[in-house]
């Protein structure tokens, strides 16, 4: 994260119609995970298209503390070479850093619990000191990882990796980085480490992985059980990072609900497990769709294609919770200025985001007069259709959360509400060309203070 926090104001000033085709930020998960595989791989593994956020550069800075050496060969393009598993190291009392990066923190520690003689501190960034890990530690402790101090679930940490990692038995939950953490260190225990998945999460690492077909093995039925055979060779790969997801439902949003506007989003990852926002959009009757769809590294991308439109109110069951972690936000956002009572169901695990998500939307949404219920698993908005906002004013305080300060920066323009957004410098950790997008290409209005 930069070291200078900064706020963003917006004025009453709401955007105009517009008719637009853009690019966007490259996919933050396959970003992090790449590098992450690159790095245990024997070869040279090469990466283009990185998403050069401050996550990512936290990943960068990480495996070259633990002696991987990575290039960069020219814009956005990199080499790592990996020498296998195994083969990170770390000096005597070193601290590693993930910054704000979750994602990071728990695919790095599934690396490390399996590789020999790690004794590391561990710690994140102000906002992510908070999260509690007790999840991971408790599944990196099957594979006899040790975490002090005991019984502490927040960094900072220090791990003891396992000096005989065996593999373990897994019933996933919705959380795909502990889904990752725990295929990571399988990768280097003995025997096999089984994963049991009723409803698929996020499937970035297991795609990764499939070119090794004597490492994992996946079986699909009435639940996906993935296999990983340990102490396996890793092949090194190439991959072409396309564009995240999560950043194209933010312009999505603003579209759809801005009149007579249309926008076209081009080369964006449609991966099935990602894609929870669009599929909820289309069947509420928005006016979205897929064009030029192509499939590369077990990874799916296409143009997206998006008109203004009316939408229904939402009913989203809890099945849908893995595919659309991260834009429940914008959800909350397109229910608040639609006519209509939405409800969404299995959503407590928002809480544990880089903020308690959807308690601080509930705050925001009440700020501009929509009434909300919310309870542990399930949230009620009472829409009452687009809001004039001249009279009304959005506050943000010091969250940390770069998708809360994001929805507020779109809610402000649709409804020309007044904006005071504190630390915005958070929405560089996944997308740093948010602003520019928003200024260059849709002639959005905002003022920047440090």
Known sequence: MPSKSFTVFLANSKINPFKKIIN?????????????????????????????SDDVRSTINVCKKLGVRITKNKSRSYKIYGKGLGSLFAKKNLTINFGNSGTLARLLIGILSTTPNIRLRL?????????????????????GTHFYPKNKHTFPLKIISSEMPIGINYEAGVSAQLKSAVIL??????????????????????????????????????????????????NPFEIDICGD??????????????QNSTLKIKNVGLNPSRIGFFKILKQHKAKLRFINLKKKNNEVSGDIIVQSCRIKPFKTPSSMYPST???????????SLQKGISVFKGISDLANKESSRAFEMKKILNQIGVKCILKKDEMKIFGNGMID????????????????????????????????????????????????IMKKDFGAKFEIKK
């Open 123 to 143: 710690k994140g960034d102000h906002s992510l000191n908070k999260r509690s890990m007790k999840k991971l530690i408790n599944l990196m402790s099957e594979f």
């Open 245 to 258: 997801p999560s950043s194209a439902a933010f312009f999505t949003t603003l579209t759809l609900l801005n």
């Open 389 to 436: 906002g001249t009279n009304k004013k959005i506050t943000i305080g010091n969250l940390g959360d770069h998708r809360i300060a994001m929805c507020g920066f779109i809610l402000s323009l649709l409804t020309g509400s007044k904006a005071s957004i504190k630390n915005f410098e958070t929405v560089f950790t996944s997308s740093p060309s948010f602003l520019k």
């Open 24 to 52: 966007i930020d490259s996919d933050k998960s396959l970003s992090i995970r790449s590098f992450l595989l690159g790095s245990i791989s024997e070869g040279e593994s090469t990466v283009r298209n990185v998403l050069e």
């Open 325 to 335: 972690t991260d834009e429940y936000l914008l959800l909350f956002l397109i229910a």
């Open 185 to 234: 260190a399988g990768l280097n225990s003995y025997g096999n480490t089984i994963i049991k998945e009723q409803i698929s999460s996020r499937n970035h690492t297991e795609n990764l992985l499939r070119k090794n077909s004597d490492v994992i093995k996946i079986q699909k039925g009435k639940k996906k059980i993935i296999k990983i055979v340990g102490k396996k060779r890793l």
